[in-house]
Nanobody, 125 residues
Framework: QVQLVESGGGSVQAGGSLRLSCAAY????????MAWFRQAPGKEREVVVT????????TYADPVKGRFTISQDNAKNTVYLQMNSLKPEDAAMYYC??????????????????WGQGTQVTVSS
C-alpha cells in the first residue's frame, strides 16, 4: 500500500512560481514511477510529468516543458514539482500519483494505482 500526501499549492499571479511536494509512504516497489497530474474544471485529468525514481528519467507534457521541473529527495521520500512562469491555463487541481514500474518499459502516463488528495493551484492573469 502507498500513501501520497501533497502540499504546496496556492494562488499566484501569472509569471510566478510555486513548488508542490508529494511525500510518499509505503512499499517503495509500488512507487517506482511517480507522476504529477492536473485537472482543471470541466476538463479531463492530464499527465504533467512522470519520473522513474530509479533512473531519474522524466517525461514532461508539452505545455509545461521548460517551465516545470520534477525532482526527488530520496532521504525524505518526497517528490517535488517546481513550477515556474506559471500561466492562467496552468490553474488546476494537481495530483501526485505512484505506480510500480512496468517490467522493461518506461513509466506510464496513465492508469496509476495510487493517488494523493490533490492540491489546488490558482493562477491569476
Amino acid at each position: 500500500q502507498v500513501q501520497l500526501v501533497e502540499s504546496g499549492g496556492g494562488s499566484v499571479q501569472a509569471g510566478g512560481s510555486l513548488r508542490l511536494s508529494c511525500a510518499a509512504y509505503g512499499n517503495p516497489y509500488s512507487r517506482q514511477c511517480m507522476a504529477w497530474f492536473r485537472q482543471a474544471p470541466g476538463k479531463e485529468r492530464e499527465v504533467v510529468v512522470t519520473l522513474d525514481t530509479d533512473s531519474d528519467i522524466t517525461t514532461y507534457a508539452d505545455p509545461v516543458k521548460g517551465r516545470f521541473t520534477i525532482s526527488q529527495d530520496n532521504a525524505k521520500n518526497t517528490v517535488y514539482l517546481q513550477m515556474n512562469s506559471l500561466k492562467p491555463e496552468d490553474a488546476a487541481m494537481y495530483y501526485c500519483a505512484a505506480n510500480p514500474k512496468p517490467f522493461l518499459n518506461p513509466c506510464r502516463k496513465r492508469d496509476y494505482n495510487y493517488w494523493g488528495q490533490g492540491t489546488q493551484v490558482t493562477v491569476s492573469s
